[in-house]
């Protein structure tokens, strides 16, 4: 393996042994702080509705603003695609 094929997998390495805890723990940090009322956060979501988060830590207010991003499906529907989640 050439010095360059070990960057690239030191850096791969690197990536994903932060994977987990980068993209999964803060997903689940938000549901267990929602429980019951993780349906506002999704419709928020959903419906590209801002959330205005108050009185929170910067960790909670980044999870809070990663599980809008991703739950919102932005990026899902493109213009002039024969396809779309509406027609679903």
Known sequence: ??????????????????????????????????????TFLLHAALSYTPVEVKESDEKTKRDINRFLSVASLQGLIHEGTMTSLCMA
Do not use: A, T
């Open 1 to 38: 393996m050439n010095c360059e094929e070990r960057g690239l997998e030191s850096h791969i390495k690197s990536y994903l042994s932060s994977w987990f805890e980068d993209v999964v723990c803060p997903i689940q940090r938000v549901v267990l702080l929602f429980q019951e009322k993780l």
